[in-house]
């Protein structure tokens, strides 16, 4: 199993940019798609972006194509979310996941593992 833990949310203006940071233990990085999920009061959870096991493809939500980017460092255990010009919409408990497909998948449903949570609040 893979215990993975966020870190790097935090309070932000509009315009503003943000890294997250999701560091993994228990199992190495590499045999896993990875992705983040957010999801706002009273709203369900959401796909931002994706990253396959080895960084070479990505995939993201229309709603931050060109101002997110998502990578990867298998060396270091650890994915990123690189947020940039954040929008007050953007609001949410952000979650990175893990899951061993074939190709990337966009459905929270299809990964087994999960970190807590990292709170981004974008004040306008």
């Known amino acids: 199993q893979v215990q993975l833990v966020e870190s790097g949310g935090g309070l932000v203006q509009a315009g503003g940019s943000l890294r997250l940071s999701c560091a993994a233990s228990g199992r190495t990085l590499n045999s896993y798609n990875m992705a983040w999920f957010r999801q706002a009061p009273g709203k369900e959870r959401e796909f931002v972006a994706a990253?396959?096991?080895?960084?070479?493809?990505?995939r993201y939500a229309d709603s931050v194509k060109g101002r997110f980017t998502v990578s990867r460092v298998n060396a270091k255990n650890t994915v990123y979310l690189q947020m940039n010009s954040l929008k007050p919409e953007d609001t949410a408990v952000f979650y990175c996941?893990?899951?061993?497909?074939?190709?990337?998948?966009?459905?929270?449903?299809?990964?087994?593992?999960w970190g807590q949570g990292t709170q981004v609040t974008v004040s306008s």
């Open positions: 990253i396959s096991r080895n960084g070479g493809t990505t």
């Open positions: 996941a893990a899951e061993q497909s074939i190709v990337i998948i966009t459905i929270p449903a299809a990964y087994g593992y």
